[in-house]
């Protein structure tokens, strides 16, 4: 069974734009982003790729799965960054494939650095990150050269409890939304 190229994409977007738009509010008034809506739309992703490209296509959007996820898994088990962006940018994976996906999370990537910037500068907290991103900077270096095992990673970083933590679902709604028309045009 195969979908015709614009509703694939019209399918693929408007579930990747609404749950995006979902969780982007839930953060905001939950500080987090609920299993509810990140397996649903992970499995929704799947299925579709599945269906609409068979065993090649569900493999290229299970790897971009991972790939999406990966970055901010990192983030959640090293720096007190949050599951639920780690899960919707999985979940968002599922739907996009590799080279959407790829495209989403650098949007998604470079808003959150931008809006990162401008939290920091509003709530004016600019000396506190600064310390936390040396404290960062410098046990990450300690592991890649070495000088600390894995399982170490997280007494060379900065006490979760002292980070300053804001909705990053609005920064990958932000992203969906700027690599939405870069991915659609080609």
Known sequence: MSFPQLDWLTAQWGAVLGASLLAAATDL???RIPNWLTAPVA???LLHAALAGGVATFGSHLGASVLLALPFVLLFLMAGGG???AKMMGA????LGLSDGTVTLV???IAGGVLAVLWTLIRREGRTVL?????MAYGLSALACGR???????????????MRKMPYGV????????????CAHG
């Open 131 to 135: 310390n936390n991103l040396l404290i």
């Open 171 to 182: 920064a990958i709604l932000l992203g969906v939304c700027i690599a939405a028309p870069l």
């Open 43 to 45: 499995l929704g992703g």
């Open 92 to 95: 968002i994976g599922a739907w």
């Open 148 to 162: 600390q095992k894995l399982t170490d990673a997280g007494s060379v970083m900065p006490p979760t409890a002292g």
């Open 83 to 85: 599951a639920g962006d």
């Open 29 to 31: 008034k939950d500080r």
């Open 107 to 109: 949007s998604v990537v």
